[in-house]
């Protein structure tokens, strides 16, 4: 039996997730269920991709995501159901599967048209469960809506890239206030070609990035004497992006990259290489 | 076997939650926990009521819902086990289980007894999660307690009726910043015959009650010309009671309808009808 | 099959606690696997040691414990499987296993040495889930590890004993912000010997501590003649510890004890006693 995981902006405090899980299980009794995310911030598009992003590829192939966030049909929000990389995506065309099927290619994007049988308030409870269980007993995206060949898509979230520089923008802060930007290696690696750069963000600047934090700190001097905690240092983080961090920080105390160095969503960080 | 929920105040750091789960299982290998919420304001009784109310209709019949709020044993606050709507809720009797059956007459209500047989510095772990394995393994009621009649009425909950007027006041406010109130729908319905009104709240007033938050925009103005993104709204949630929303609300950051409005926990909210 | 825990300080938004789930159900389809907490303050290696102290009693023997706080492999902090009071417990030696095992020996450590077959950005996904689901297996920790004899001793976290005196300090603050110290009630009736006493902490003095909360209120006072709402009073938590609160206290609102009495982590908390 495939697992059914939820990423929403419902939060930990309200029914909402408990009142999914029970719908799920009134269905499938044997079902496992995995909450990835409750605290997108609410409606935030960009943050529930890259959190999706990083979480569904270690999930077995076929397993189910449900992704709750600015779901209520209209319009211009249809729901759709997309098969990516082996795994169910089940959300609204509101440009969020653009984020994350950037370098990847859907296998199939259907429209769900369900909506005439079921009643619906609350559409992650009452479409997104229905169609999670129909898919996770077995049955065929044909079934549950009609297939379509493209998706909204969502521009401004890739760097540019111009001679010897690149220009990118924050994605993310994570747990411990660190800067996620949408800087991946692989494109830094191919416009830089080795050679020496600077990372500017704002008026912090960087000459190197680390494959993990504790690479920037010097264990061969004795941890009383040496720079440690509150060190500023450049990663690329476990999801293959530049990151800017503050090693061993603490949001609620000493501060964070995010607020030491002044840098939030969609600020920009720019790489300039030595020709 | 049937699903244990957990609704309670513990919130998501502490320990509490774990080791409650960690209890169950040590009794039963095979059960399905859900959490529901352990982010109750710390003894909000009509919180945790508004919450477990529009999440356990969700869930199979003869799912044991602990409500760990409020719940040491002291001498006027017996614990007790209800039966209602085919569910199972075990909590304190200190009138939240008045607030989740309104509209429902309990089938069995029964004082739990077995507090001579356990050790309990921790009611939740030591007394619910005894008595939700004991219903669990499909032991009765009478086992683990006498039963009574009666339980702890909690008033001024529901809204007051007057001629052409409901007087009523905010119940919840949720994970977007909107504000729930205590006035259902069928109660609108049947005072209001239909008639024009106004919602007064503090100083906003609505004269309209949407059935979902995008009926509330006009598609057919183009997406860059139309009042969208913080546009306040009155809207019958998905739980049948009157709401006052702000369209794609983020309470940390542009503020929401609670902030925006004014509007906190019992404030009232009225409705005049036009005669 | 046994049940695999996590408590770290990943927090609630990020992919980092799904993303392990995911990862451990790609081994191990029929696991259980409970949240503890994804909540300790970043690299809070005290707060997690309280929280997976109190939790893992509950769970049943053989249960593995994975603990992600400051666990990135560093010349300092191996990564290290620790089977004690029947669990196994997954982290990094910083020290936090020494808080945990102050009463208690170990029956085995290992090093684990399996980092040459595991590329790993995030010691937690790539390296714990690994050991974790071998001995879910049935597999040994010879396998993995090579025996160590001593851990990372933390100091300064246990109370110190004078003639008539007890100088202890505060552990950690709970959901309600009711303020826990790292005095144990053992101690304090050796030291005491049951003669009268005097906490003292910073300017707020307790001369009883009570058994349970509810212990501090006159329930033969009708409820609204008595004090009860804010009072402050000393128990003795469910887990043991001399814990300073206030009845009934929602830090949201009216404060907490740790507000109220300025008390927060590693602050002094003594106990006089008369002689």
Redesign the interface.
Known sequence: MP?I?L?T????????A??????I??EL?DI?I???????????IAEAA???????????KG?IHIIGI?S??????KHIAVLLDGHYFLCADNGIMSLITQDLRPKKIVEINIHDRVLS??PV?DVFVKVACHIARGGTLDVIGKEISGIKELKDFTPAVYQNQIVGSVLYI???GNVVTNIPKKLFEKVGLGNPFTITARTVKFKTVY????DA?D?DTP?DKREEDGKKLAIW??SGFLELAIY??????VGSASTLFGLYFRDTVKIDFEP
């Open positions: 697992i995981t990423t902006d419902f939060g930990e405090k309200d029914h909402f408990g009142a999914v899980k029970g719908a299980y009134s009794e496992k995995v909450d990835i995310s409750h605290c997108v911030s609410p409606f935030h890259y959190i999706i992003q990083n979480a569904y590829k270690s999930f077995p397993s600015d209520e049909l209209t319009p211009e929000n308030d609350f409870l994570d747990n411990y494959a993990k934090y504790s700190i264990f941890s983080n476990a061993k920080s603490n949001p609620q105390t």
